[in-house]
């Protein structure tokens, strides 16, 4: 079995029918030292675990799939996933995101290249695949993005968990995700300013290397509720 240097989380809950092309964007990576955790996070039968244990039987890596007795959100998915973790670094991908090939080696190759780097970050790009409602968006970081990162986070959160890949040790000193229940689905940004406030060192990558999937089952699909959570997260940062 290949000894991972990259541990790779994801979160599942009811995306059985995501999951599948998640681990095969995995197992397409340039860089193959990696090893995959799954947390079941209670869900309902969907097919996810089949799908997994049919994606191990084709791979070296080490990959392991571990359900939760008790529904602990996608924070509490994810701190399992890390601390169940063999890697120097951590990567996440949501269930129903994918990468490109080249995604793990950009990162490793930036985190690896520089010693003081902590926390890859890659822009991605959106879509629909909704026949009826299909659409494609290239993201960016624009110069003010880059000029001032990481505080141009401050502004808003233009980082996706998808595209983060980060020194494993790092996220752990700083408790890994909050899993109060007022910051879920606003967890990722919550994580990324305290690994900020820890001195963590940031760096944006420039290719597009994580593919974002919109739907209507997608978290992000609640938009009224982030007037909310935002606020939330101004009161628990205020000097951010």
Not at 13 to 21: A, F, K, L, Q, T
Not at 82 to 100: H, K, N, Q, S
Not at 114 to 130: I, L, N, T
């Amino acid at each position: 079995m290949v000894e991972p240097l990259i541990t790779i989380v994801l979160p599942a809950y009811r995306m059985g029918s995501y999951i599948g092309d998640a681990l095969r964007s995995i197992a397409a990576q340039t860089e193959q030292r990696w090893e995959v955790i799954v947390v079941d996070d209670h869900g309902p039968e969907d097919g996810t675990a089949s799908v997994v244990r049919d994606f191990a039987k084709g791979v070296k890596q080490r990959v392991e799939l571990i359900r939760h007795e008790v529904n602990q959100g996608v924070s509490g998915a994810r701190n399992t996933g890390i601390r169940a973790g063999r890697g120097e670094f951590v990567a996440f991908l949501d269930p129903d995101d994918t990468w490109l090939p080249h995604h793990l080696q950009a990162a490793f190759a930036v985190l690896n290249g520089d010693p003081g780097a902590d926390v890859a970050c890659a822009p991605v790009e959106s879509y629909r695949d909704d026949p009826a409602h299909a659409w494609t968006h290239k993201a960016h970081f624009e110069s003010w993005k880059k000029d001032h990162f990481p505080l141009s986070l401050a502004v808003y959160n233009f980082i996706l968990p998808s595209a983060v890949v980060a020194r494993r040790a790092h996220v752990l000193q700083v408790g890994g995700f909050d899993t109060a229940p007022d910051l879920q689905h606003i967890e990722d940004y919550d994580l990324w300013i305290r690994l900020v406030e820890a001195g963590s060192r940031f760096v944006l990558l420039e290719r597009i290397s994580a593919r974002y999937r919109k739907h209507g089952g997608g978290a992000t699909a609640q938009e009224a509720r982030f007037a909310a959570l935002h606020e939330r997260l101004y009161q628990k940062h205020p000097a951010f």
